[in-house]
């Protein structure tokens, strides 16, 4: 029997090719732009030229007026949320407004608020005073403003490009973004953050034991205030035993805020000193610390400033073991380079000056670090008031302590800090220093502790030096690393200050070091011959004879079918007991596919006639990689006599909601078992969405209807049926990409956008909404009243005049959403380039869809 023809028509329409182009070219949704080239300030492409014979007239016999797309950047006028971007670095999501200009090209037009967020240096452009304070809310094009500026609009990605020459623009680190931009979050969210597994071992005769655990991590944000505070709770059941093991702990409770001026955090409660200068501590207190991530990234760590003469437009390359860091065009005259990334330890930098006409000057910056050294210009510092927090200790001292840290140029860094109890005291001076010749570090620490109790047998008195020197270089011929060389001395009346509160307590035997080297060495071998290295390091004591020595050696290397590495290694302790051992492990991959799995054989021995074989098995699955597995197989000798073999593996499997796992082993006659359950719920003026464990700083999605579309920014996130998703583990005060993937939603909702970016303050719980579109898909058929397909780029609009689509070939139209409300379409100004319409969604027979294509329906515009 055959269908009704008409319902079939109307139910379902597969488009052809040539449709489906126009209908995206004619949507707002996907309309199209020609980025101009931001780089280089090439200008736009010609103007595309449309054959009116191909897209035929309007219904009064006249041409299509498709001016307004025959330029790059075309787009509809209106209001965009679209990613704006400054000379390709991200500023923000801003709205956009775009206007339609009397050569029918719309442009995105800026006022003085959005040019002066942009970095627009208004003191060097000759007609400022064309836009004043006064007028900033008038709309221009950027063009007319600072010569040489361009926009670019692309509607498809919601994305905003700005090309501004560098002389109009304020000078920033790379990297930078401006900390009004930095998201506190929402002003009232928490979270508990949970971690609880169950252990249970089989010692055969000894006994059976099962251990229970559950750490916490509670956190409230009031504003841009951080309270947080973590305790754990453990529980030990022996067999054969009365009672149990149950014990809470209290680890820290404090609330930071952020002192943005300062780039720096405030923290009140528990928390630790810093150890950049003297041994870190937890106290319980207050304190007030640089926050080096509230830099920019090209500002972080050491890096020296370049400084030269450039004769014309130059080119200015840096270049660092070989590899290409930085390069950029300079003006005339002198310039410096002040914002290297921090590239390592050490390394010279070789830069090549490029003039216009070709000539080259080369000349070299050295460059090696240690841990104390600043930019030029640079400081670090930190203040703490507070007691000493050691459950360990019944007497836990007050005290103050203050650092300072301060680059004064590319070669001299100066640091110093002190430490002050009722009886204790500590000072300390050095000075960091760049050379030719190395990174040079050397400082002094002066400490006095007085009243000390009789029992310790070392008087009431102590009075003591402890003297440093660090040192780190590249050899450039040899490629010969040497990451960090130390060297203490202490005297005999030296003490630290957790020694000084462990000798108050007479807790136990406090060693006091007399002696401490450290040396790590890296040496590359030519190219395809691997790399060795040797590490180590020794102590001895005061109060101890004998020392401790430690020290390791080892080559590794990667081929094409996998990596090895071998090593050897010698301990000592100052009891005069040395061992020696050796270790081999070999790595083949069983696939070229990030998800293949990856098999792993290691081997060891050592002096004590110990040894053990493994051989594992690990990798991911899963169309999300929240699927990981590792399994292995050993055997164990003990003393050259004794010996064991046995097996096992665990398994791992991450959702939105929180992450399981499960694992199992045995060993002789010993076995144990393990479940575990991890994640986090987070509390949002949206309502209470469960997650994997969560990070300092978290941004909450929030896409109505988005069911089911997944989170490219972790692995096993989709969107839940409330449309909430939460990604983890965002860098604080960096801009952050965090995506939706549609694959698995309704096809009944549509993502406005798919991507967003965000830079969260530390701690944050940031909201980031995506918008939706819900509604059935459909391709509307649209009529006059005397049959005739309206024209191709007539516009279809909202009752308010809100542009929705455009007319392609045919009189169609893509509309979403939209079924029974009265909308309009206008191809001019004239009442009779105008109409109005509604439709309604076609009856379908169960599964008629289906994948099969989009709905259809037929109205009339009348």
Not at 501 to 522: E, G, M, P
């Amino acid at each position: 029997m055959m269908k009704n023809p008409s319902r079939q028509a109307s139910a379902c329409w597969m488009p052809k090719p040539l449709s489906l182009m126009l209908l995206a070219v004619f949507s707002p949704a996907v309309a199209w732009a020609v980025d101009a080239n931001p780089v280089d300030g090439a200008a736009a492409l010609s103007d595309v030229q449309f054959n009116p014979a191909f897209l035929g007239k309007t219904p009064d016999g006249k041409p299509l007026d498709l001016s307004r797309f025959s330029g790059s950047g075309a787009a509809l006028p209106g209001t965009y949320r679209a990613d704006v971007f400054v000379n390709m670095s991200w500023l923000g999501r801003r709205d956009v407004v775009l206007r339609e200009g009397n050569d029918h090209k719309v442009v995105a037009c800026f006022n003085r608020a959005m040019l002066d967020e942009m970095g627009v240096d208004f003191s060097r452009l000759q007609n400022s005073d064309t836009l004043t304070r006064q007028d900033a809310s008038r709309c221009h094009e950027i063009g007319a403003i600072v010569p040489g500026a361009l926009s670019s609009f692309n509607a498809g990605d919601l994305k905003l490009d700005v090309s501004i020459p560098q002389l109009y623009v304020h000078s920033h680190a790379r990297g930078y973004v401006d900390p009004q931009y930095w998201d506190a979050g929402a002003p009232f969210a928490g979270f508990i953050n949970y971690n609880t597994n169950a252990y249970r071992y089989d010692n055969g005769s000894a006994g059976k034991t099962t251990q229970y655990y559950l750490g916490s991590n509670a956190g409230l944000n009031i504003g841009e205030w951080r309270l947080r505070h973590n305790a754990a709770l453990t529980q030990q059941n022996y067999q054969n035993q009365s009672g149990d093991g149950r014990h809470y702990q209290s680890i820290s409770a404090y609330a930071q805020h952020d002192l943005t001026a300062w780039q720096s955090v405030l923290t009140v409660g528990d928390s630790f000193t810093p150890s950049d200068l003297f041994s870190s501590v937890g106290f319980r207190g207050a304190q007030i610390n640089s926050d080096d991530r509230m830099l920019p990234e090209s500002m972080q760590g050491y890096a020296p400033v370049v400084r030269g003469v450039a004769e014309t437009n130059a080119r200015v390359s840096i270049r660092q073991n070989g590899n290409l860091i930085y390069e950029n065009t300079v003006p005339p005259g002198e310039f410096q380079i002040n914002d290297l990334y921090n590239t390592g330890y050490a390394g010279d930098l070789n830069v090549t000056v490029t003039e216009a006409d070709g000539r080259t000057r080369q000349f070299v910056v050295p460059y090696a670090a240690v841990p104390q050294l600043l930019r030029a210009s640079q400081s670090r510092y930190s203040i703490t008031a507070g007691q000493l927090r050691d459950e360990s200790l019944n007497t836990q001292p007050k005290f103050i302590q203050a650092t300072y840290q301060r680059g004064l140029n590319n070669t001299v860094t100066v640091y110093g800090g002190l430490i002050a109890a009722e009886h204790y005291q500590a000072g300390m001076l050095g000075v960091a220093l760049n050379t030719p010749f190395g990174a040079l570090a050397s400082d002094v620490t002066q400490s006095q502790a007085r009243d000390l109790p009789a029992a310790a047998g070392l008087g009431t008195q102590l009075t003591g030096q402890s003297y440093r020197v660090t040192y780190s270089k590249l050899l450039e011929t040899t490629r010969t690393n040497f990451t960090v060389a130390a060297y203490r001395y202490s005297t005999e009346g030296y003490l630290e200050f957790n020694s000084y509160a462990a000798l108050i307590n007479q807790s136990s035997v406090v060693y006091r070091t007399r002696n401490k080297f450290q040396l790590n060495v890296d040496q590359p071998l030519a190219e395809g011959w691997g790399h060795v290295f040797v590490s180590g390091s020794t102590q001895d004591y005061w109060n101890q004879p004998g020392r401790d020595l430690l020290y390791q050696a080892g080559y590794s290397n990667s081929y094409k079918w996998g990596s090895f590495s071998v090593s050897a290694g010698r301990s000592k302790d100052s009891q005069n007991n040395n061992t020696t051992q050796y270790m081999l492990s070999i790595s083949i991959p069983l696939g070229k596919q990030p998800t293949s799995p990856l098999l792993t054989a290691s081997l060891s021995r050592d002096s004590m006639h110990n040894g053990s074989e493994q051989l594992s098995l690990s990798g991911s699955a899963g169309e999300m990689r929240n699927i990981s597995y590792n399994a292995y197989a050993s055997a164990n000798q003990f003393n050259g006599k004794d010996s064991s073999t046995g097996g096992g593996g665990n398994l791992q499997y991450a959702t939105s909601v929180a992450t399981f796992s499960a694992g199992a082993s045995s060993m002789g006659n010993t076995s144990q078992q393990s479940l575990g359950v991890s994640g986090a719920l987070v509390f949002h003026p949206g309502g209470v969405t469960a997650a994997q464990s969560l990070g300092e700083s978290i941004a909450v999605i929030e896409a109505p209807g988005a069911e089911g579309a997944m989170v490219n920014n972790v692995n096993g996130v989709r969107v839940n049926h409330d449309g909430y998703a939460v990604v983890t583990n965002l860098m604080p005060y960096r801009q952050n990409d965090i995506t939706l993937d549609p694959k698995g939603m309704n096809e009944d909702v549509e993502l406005q956008e798919t991507s967003s970016k965000l830079a969260p303050r530390s701690g944050a719980i940031a909201m980031v909404k995506f918008p939706t579109q819900q509604g059935k898909p459909m391709i509307v058929h649209l009529r006059q009243a005397n049959g005739d397909n309206l024209p191709v780029g007539a516009s279809v609009q909202q009752a308010d005049g809100t542009e929705l689509a455009m007319v392609g070939q045919g009189g169609r139209t893509f509309l979403r959403g939209q079924e029974g409300k009265p909308l309009r379409v206008s191809w001019g100004a004239q009442a009779k380039q105008q109409c109005s319409f509604s439709y309604v969604s076609p009856l379908q027979d169960a599964g008629e869809r289906k994948n099969k294509g989009y709905l259809q329906a037929e109205a009339v515009c009348q």
